[in-house]
């Protein structure tokens, strides 16, 4: 699979971004979908995970209530709504692909896109 991301941007604090990420290559509705970010000097951490079918979410404790992750498997993407950003949320943000259920962790992921910069300014 291979992946893309797009969509990040420059924003002030409590604006909002949607992140996208498009697959081609192999069936996107086979993998799980997550969102990772990385600061820098900091570990890449996760974001929030969307099962095969979209029916099952999962989120970071730092993002709950404020991102919504949702696919559109006759798109091949996958999104990430970002709202109420704050400046702790800057960071490079991946999409990733992957068949483990629940996956918080990225070892559970075999594909990787390249990465979308998210800035928020105080």
Same mark, same amino acid.
């Given at each position: 699979v291979q992946l893309q991301a797009f969509g990040g941007g420059l924003v002030q604090a409590g604006g909002s971004l949607r992140l996208s990420c498009a697959a081609s290559g192999r069936t996107f509705s086979n993998y799980h979908m997550g969102w990772f970010r990385q600061a820098p000097g900091k570990e890449r951490e996760f974001v929030s995970?969307?099962?095969? *079918?979209?029916?099952?979410?999962?989120?970071?404790?730092?993002?709950?209530?404020?991102?919504?992750? *949702?696919r559109d498997n006759a798109k091949n993407t996958v999104y990430l709504q970002m709202n109420s950003l704050k400046p702790g949320d800057t960071a490079v943000y991946y999409c990733a692909a992957g068949r483990t259920a629940w996956g918080i962790t990225p070892r559970a992921y075999d594909y990787w896109g390249q990465g979308t910069q998210v800035t928020v300014s105080s």
């Open positions: 995970w969307i099962n095969w *079918s979209g029916g099952s979410t999962y989120y970071a404790d730092s993002v709950k209530g404020r991102f919504t992750i *949702s």
